[in-house]
């Protein structure tokens, strides 16, 4: 076992496309990462470059104590799971788990007890003897994990492997992949574009922009205190408004409301942006005016969509009757709810919540 | 929609007229080789089998008569041929597809297009040249004079650059990850899934081959080398005797047992082999 670091890890392509623009990450051992981050932000790029499908420009992997950039894919004691599976289409499932440790030597009983192994791990042992063609896409999904099991490496790679399931056994796998890992305690770094995913599946969560990295931290760490105004509204569903405010003494004016917060070192009359979670906004007395332009039922939960002043809002109201559309009420923010960014590099601002 | 049954009606008919129109000449052949000479030299052609099948045919297998071999040589011949240009020509335009689609090198798309104009370069096009090398190789009469010239294919090579690049890419990365290097994901892999591609280009290949003329009648002069086609166009142009019209319409008939037979063989997977599209 061991644990996986970048270190300012870059890639531009021969077009002079910057995919990439200096990584640097941790992953201990035994963690499961997840990267995750819109199509484009270079995630995949990250993880195509651990497994060595794509060159190094500058920055440095380092797998255990060894360091990687040059060393051929096989010989990285990696595995790698891939969105459309990739299962050799001509072998049976036996063969397909089989292969990598025949083109490594291993001796014919020890792949024979290692493939019954995974198989078993996995529930495919009725299916060996199966063609690819011949399973569904969760056996398929499985069997790509079996050839990444039996190798036994040192790092799991998972390629948005769940995005070609149907939603209900995407979250089955979810939680079989999540369990696997937990007991294998394989190191493991997983890109997907679905934060959701993200969010239920990472010990460490890093969520990348335009080739760099915005967060790393725990899930409830970067749902909670997200570092940038890019963060806050890309994790969580809906994601999180974001108003124009500016600092009054004791807190922050939104419109016509003035919501306390603490604010070190903003003077008054500061131009700041307000972000607020749907589900942190509560139906009050008095607040901030909103109006409801259409609500959404969601059954547990209902979304309320309209405008506070000049910009688009979401409220997230328990179950019920109130308010009806067209209705004009009254929002109160929960207290240490409140998220300040800077409008001009979106970075998080003060040490609210 | 309701009208189907009916509807299919005309379009069988033509059908059943093309195939007659197509199937006649080879019933005569047919015919025609179980007749002595006599009843088809009198100008009448029967239409119904004679008695002479069995007669005509070893005559024509086993006696060096018109075409100075017996028809079983030249058979060989033609199989041997033909088989050298169809193997052959799969395995070139496999490596040659490979290099092409999964290997960067200078020059590649140059490579690609040399490839692609030698299209528009056919044997009876570059046959002098190509006659010049044969004989200074001392080909000529040899089994690789027939075959060697006819082996490069801009066509197959084509054929299976298309179909190398429907092959998913992620398949590639997991053999790398996996472990083989170019030459196991070659034979482990590509060779494997280009089966049907290959079935097809093997039925297409052979009757090419099967069928050339031009090139065997150049580069053989001596009669034991000669292939069924040549000595089947030798038998009808004798001058200085009768042709005996029944061992030529049961030379033809040989001569159509090989093709027909690879066809039938490979039917089904040439069919998928041009039609598959699933992966």
Redesign the interface.
């Known amino acids: 076992m061991a644990g996986l670091a970048l270190e300012q890890l870059r890639k531009t392509y021969a077009g002079g496309v910057e995919a990439v623009r200096g990584v640097s990450l941790d992953v201990p051992d035994g963690a499961f990462c997840v990267l995750v981050g819109p199509s484009g932000c270079g995630k995949s790029t990250v993880l195509r470059m651990i497994a060595g499908l794509e060159t190094v420009t500058s920055g440095a992997i380092t797998i255990g104590s060894r360091t990687v950039n040059e060393v051929e894919p096989a010989d990285r004691d990696i595995a790698m799971v891939f969105q459309n599976y990739a299962l050799y289409p001509h072998m049976r499932v036996y063969d397909n788990l089989a292969y990598g440790l025949r083109n490594r030597g291993t001796p014919r009983p020890e792949i024979e007890t290692r493939v019954r192994e995974a198989a078993r791990m996995l529930g495919l042992e009725t299916m060996l003897d199966r063609y690819p063609r011949q399973l569904s896409g969760g056996q398929r999904q499985r069997v790509a994990m079996g050839r990444a099991i039996v190798r036994k490496p040192q790092v799991f790679l998972f390629d948005e492997p769940l995005s070609n399931l149907d939603a209900k056994l995407r979250v089955q796998m979810r939680v079989e992949i999540r369990r696997l890992q937990r007991s294998l305690g394989v190191t493991t770094v997983y890109v997907t574009h679905d934060q959701v995913e993200a969010m239920t599946m990472a010990d460490r969560l890093v969520v990348m922009n335009g080739g760099r990295i915005e967060q790393v931290g725990t899930p409830i760490e970067i749902y909670r205190r997200p570092a940038t105004r890019y963060v806050a509204t890309f994790m969580g569903s809906p994601p999180m408004n974001i108003l124009p405010a500016e600092v009054v003494p004791g807190g922050v004016r939104i419109e016509d409301a003035t919501i306390p917060v603490a604010t070190p070192g903003l003077a008054p009359g500061a131009a700041v942006e307000a972000g607020i979670r749907p589900e942190d906004l509560r139906l009050a007395p008095e607040g901030l005016a909103f109006g409801v332009a259409f609500v959404e039922e969601l059954g547990a939960t209902r979304l309320l969509h309209g405008r506070l002043g000049g910009a688009e809002l979401v409220v997230q109201v328990p179950a019920g009757p109130e308010p009806a559309e067209g209705a004009a009420i009254r929002l109160a923010v929960a207290p240490g709810a409140l998220h300040l960014f800077d409008p001009g590099t979106g970075q998080r601002l003060g040490m609210p919540g | 929609m309701e009208n189907r049954r009916f509807g299919n009606l005309i379009p069988h008919l033509v059908l059943c007229f093309g195939v007659g129109v197509v199937a006649f000449p080879v019933y005569l052949a047919l015919i025609g080789s179980t007749h002595d000479a006599a009843t088809i030299a009198n100008g009448r052609m029967p239409l119904w089998p004679g008695s002479h099948a069995l007669e005509t045919y070893r005559r024509a297998l086993t006696e060096s008569g018109m075409a100075g071999v017996p028809v079983a040589t030249m058979l060989l011949n033609s199989t041997i041929t033909a088989l050298a240009i169809a193997l052959g020509k799969i395995a070139i335009s496999l490596l040659s597809a490979y290099a092409l689609i999964y290997f960067r090198f200078p020059f590649r798309q140059t490579a690609f297009w040399a490839i692609f104009v030698t299209l528009m370069l056919p044997v009876e096009v570059r046959i002098y040249p190509t006659y010049k090398v044969a004989a200074d190789l001392n080909l000529l009469d040899t089994y690789a004079g027939l075959a060697l010239p006819l082996i490069a294919s801009a066509t197959a090579t084509l054929l299976f650059r298309q179909f190398f690049l429907t092959v998913?890419n992620?398949?590639v990365?997991?053999s790398?990850?996996?472990?083989?290097g170019p030459v196991?994901f070659f034979l482990?892999?590509l060779v494997?899934?280009s089966?049907t591609t290959m079935a097809a280009l093997f039925v297409i290949q052979f009757l090419y081959g099967w069928n050339q003329y031009l090139w065997p009648l150049l580069v053989t002069t001596r009669d034991d080398m000669q292939t069924v086609v040549i000595g089947l166009r030798k038998m009808t142009s004798i001058t200085d005797q009768l042709t005996e019209w029944q061992i030529v319409m049961a030379t033809a008939v040989l001569a159509m047992l090989p093709p027909v037979f690879v066809v039938f063989a490979m039917q089904k997977l040439f069919v998928r082999g041009l039609v598959e599209t699933?992966?």
């Open positions: 998913p992620e398949l990365e997991a790398r990850i996996d472990g083989a196991r482990d892999t494997p899934l089966r699933e992966k």
